[in-house]
């Protein structure tokens, strides 16, 4: 959206443009540092969204129909194993707040990584409900992984203190504790899936490489 008008949205005629779709890449339109999980914890609406110079407030596609795209999570921009809840978060919030009808991602790894797995669930979500907060996105949706509201909204709380780097030593404490009780119930033949989650989450909240993470790099 460098330009106020593309030449190619008057060349369409009426009735083709009506049906066509225009496809925006949003990768460098939204916040080069992301607003952090934590501020979106409550609030899936928070101001700072808005303090973009490149996607000012109300700046929409000059197309009669749009769909958008973001690269993040992709070899194509170097972060393919990184988590991106909070940049997906905001390209939908963004795309259905300024008109666009979709947004797509790039998905190149497997879900069985908990951090590919996180991102698609988050993607799956705001695609429907882009101004949920991370809350809500935990007790309808990860609720629904890990089998129970209470367990999703407490997992997406702990992940927003985890990106932001401030959890406390009794969330840390329950994190270790989950991902222990449930290594037993494995054992069993139980909860692999929530034992999966919890168990990249204690990786994760210790500082330490994720260890089912794999790179062809």
Not at 43 to 64: A, H, Q, S
Request: proline share 3%.
């Amino acid at each position: 959206m460098a330009c106020d008008r593309p030449a190619l949205a008057d060349k369409l005629p009426k009735k083709l443009a009506a049906k066509s779709f225009a496809q925006w890449t949003l990768s460098h339109m939204i916040r080069y540092e992301p607003v952090s999980l934590i501020d979106y914890l409550d609030d899936g609406v928070p101001k700072t969204v808005y303090d973009n110079i490149n996607w000012r407030e109300g700046l929409k596609p000059p197309t009669v129909r749009s769909v958008g795209f973001m690269h993040q999570g992709s070899q194509w921009s170097g972060d393919r194993y990184d988590l991106i809840v909070n940049n997906i978060k905001e390209a939908c919030l963004r795309a259905y707040q300024n008109g666009m009808e979709g947004v797509s991602i790039v998905g190149e790894v497997s879900s069985m990584n908990v951090t590919s797995a996180l991102n698609y669930l988050a993607f799956s979500h705001f695609i429907h409900w882009p101004e949920d907060s991370l809350r809500a996105f935990g007790r309808k949706t990860l609720g629904q992984v890990l089998e129970s509201e209470d367990e999703g909204e407490a997992f997406a709380e702990l992940l927003t203190h985890c990106d932001s780097g401030k959890l406390s030593e009794k969330q840390l404490n329950d994190i270790g504790k989950r991902a222990k009780d449930l290594k037993w119930k494995v054992r069993a033949g139980k909860d692999l899936t929530r034992w999966r989650f919890w168990n990249w989450m204690d990786y994760i909240a210790k500082d330490m490489k994720e260890r089912y993470t794999v790179s062809i790099f």
